[in-house]
């Protein structure tokens, strides 16, 4: 995950933000969703969506290969660790917590960390291709989440707090990436409508 815009904000609290019911009491009406014109196994509710995310992120990102951004002179590999879902004011509120992997010659030179908290229904939520180039030299391939109005992401960069407009997850694997972009949109209460 990357977050591409980042403002400073250093009184923000990413638990405060993030603090809420478990993912078990999300509860909302069945919803069908559809990727792609194929149909996937429906989320029943938004407890599904959040399970299913909370599962399939941290696996997906596991397969993913290193990336280079242009202009670099290492690779990085984001692992996400947890993805927790509560409640909150405005619907679900995911909350990332990932890691990431400096490598040069395929030895790793430096570690960090990377929590984004959102809500989101504050974010529009669309499949993205990246500048970033995988080690088997296809283009980066994501999940957006793009703030609707002001910055909204809330991030704490190896401790450093900031707010965002925009933040991604890589997930390479086409059929993963529209299964986790279908389960977000679920969270939503939207089905995907490409």
Same mark, same amino acid.
């Given at each position: 995950?990357?977050?591409?815009?980042?403002?400073?904000?250093?009184?923000?609290?990413?638990?405060?933000?993030?603090?809420?019911?478990?993912?078990?009491?999300?509860?909302?009406?069945?919803?069908?969703?559809?990727?792609?014109?194929?149909?996937?196994?429906?989320?029943?509710?938004?407890?599904?969506?959040?399970?299913?995310?909370?599962?399939?992120?941290?696996?997906?990102?596991?397969?993913?290969?290193?990336?280079?951004?242009?202009?670099?002179? @290492?690779?990085?590999?984001?692992?996400?660790?947890?993805?927790?879902?509560?409640?909150?004011?405005?619907?679900?509120?995911?909350?990332?917590?990932?890691?990431?992997?400096? @490598?040069?010659?395929?030895?790793?030179?430096? %570690?960090?960390?990377?929590?984004?908290?959102?809500?989101?229904?504050?974010?529009?939520?669309?499949?993205?291709?990246?500048?970033?180039?995988?080690?088997?030299?296809?283009?980066?391939?994501?999940?957006?989440?793009?703030?609707?109005?002001?910055?909204?992401?809330?991030?704490?960069?190896?401790?450093?707090?900031?707010?965002?407009? %925009?933040?991604?997850?890589?997930?390479?694997?086409?059929?993963?990436?529209?299964?986790?972009?279908?389960?977000?949109?679920?969270?939503?209460?939207?089905?995907?409508?490409?």
């Amino acid at each position: 995950m990357r977050v591409l815009m980042g403002f400073a904000a250093p009184s923000l609290l990413l638990l405060e933000f993030a603090a809420g019911a478990s993912p078990g009491a999300l509860d909302v009406t069945p919803l069908e969703v559809k990727v792609a014109d194929t149909e996937l196994s429906s989320f029943a509710s938004e407890a599904d969506a959040a399970a299913f995310l909370s599962e399939a992120l941290p696996a997906a990102t596991t397969a993913n290969p290193k990336y280079r951004t242009p202009g670099t002179d @290492y690779d990085r590999r984001w692992l996400i660790k947890t993805v927790e879902f509560s409640r909150g004011e405005r619907g679900a509120i995911a909350t990332i917590d990932e890691a990431f992997e400096d @490598y040069r010659n395929d030895a790793i030179v430096s %570690r960090g960390t990377h929590q984004a908290a959102f809500s989101v229904n504050d974010v529009a939520i669309t499949l993205e291709t990246a500048e970033d180039v995988a080690d088997t030299g296809a283009k980066a391939q994501g999940v957006l989440f793009t703030c609707v109005g002001e910055p909204c992401i809330q991030s704490v960069w190896d401790g450093q707090k900031s707010v965002s407009a %925009r933040t991604d997850v890589y997930v390479q694997d086409a059929q993963r990436r529209d299964q986790i972009l279908a389960a977000f949109l679920a969270l939503q209460g939207k089905a995907d409508s490409r």
